[in-house]
T-cell receptor, first 113, second 114 residues
Framework: SQELEQSPQSLIVQEGKNLTINCTSS?????LYWYKQKYGEGLIFLMM?????EEKSHEKITAKLDEKKQQSSLHITASQPSHAGIYLC?????????????FGKGTRLSVIA | NAGVTQTPKFQVLKTGQSMTLQCAQD?????MYWYRQDPGMGLRLIYY???????DKGEVPNGYNVSRLNKREFSLRLESAAPSQTSVYFC?????????????FGPGTRLTVT
């Protein structure tokens, strides 16, 4: 079965600093999803990557999928308190869509003034 | 457009009691899912339903049952609650759209079993 490992498990950064969260898969990724969860709330979709080498950006968040499609990184530029939360990566476990996502254990991000 | 809704938001049960968690989506999605989230464990799949009338076990199905009542609704039942089922439960739904299978999540149900 596919497993996703996220690193680091937790991160404390000063406001304005850049940071990177990694997600490594035990198998080839057919689709890699990044979600953000605010404390005590549900998951909010950030972006999805499918092609090796693909990179997507939304506001100050950039996600990349490596060429071999086994690792993804999420980079936040000039972090703000609104970026605080838990970031989870999820992978399409079946490769054909509409199958359950397998999730990493999450990275807890705190942004301090 | 409410997306995915879950009821209740909070629940406290005593060991051995039963309850049903309700989930509904208004996006006409075929697939629906139940996950549980525990500290340090991430999200783990309990059951899912790829389409109306079908259900399949996920990673942690023991102690749970599900019903796909219709295309909109997917309920999760705890027949005899145990402290190990204290968790946050999330319902999600998805459909293929532009080659993306984004799952939409509900706000969660916080369940405590004493």
């Amino acid at each position: 079965s596919q497993e996703l490992e996220q690193s680091p498990q937790s991160l404390i950064v000063q406001e304005g600093k850049n940071l990177t969260i990694n997600c490594t898969s035990s198998k080839t990724l057919y689709g890699l999803y990044w979600y953000k969860q605010k404390y005590g709330e549900g998951l909010i979709f950030l972006m999805m990557l499918q092609k090796g080498g693909e990179e997507k950006s939304h506001e100050k968040i950039t996600a990349k999928l490596d060429e071999k499609k086994q690792q993804s990184s999420l980079h936040i530029t000039a972090s703000q308190p609104s970026h605080a939360g838990i970031y989870l990566c999820g992978a399409d476990s079946g490769g054909s869509g509409n199958t359950p996502l397998v999730f990493g254990k999450g990275t807890r991000l705190s942004v301090i003034a | 457009n409410a997306g995915v809704t879950q009821t209740p938001k909070f629940q406290v049960l005593k060991t051995g009691q039963s309850m049903t968690l309700q989930c509904a989506q208004d996006m006409n999605h075929n697939s629906m899912y139940w996950y549980r989230q525990d500290p340090g464990m991430g999200l783990r799949l309990i059951y899912y339903s790829a389409s109306e009338g079908t259900t399949d076990k996920g990673e942690v199905p023991n102690g749970y049952n599900v019903s796909r009542l219709n295309k909109r609704e997917f309920s999760l039942r705890l027949e005899s609650a145990a402290p190990s089922q204290t968790s946050v439960y999330f319902c999600a739904s998805s459909a293929v759209q532009d080659a993306s299978y984004e799952q939409y999540f509900g706000p969660g149900t916080r369940l405590t079993v004493t």
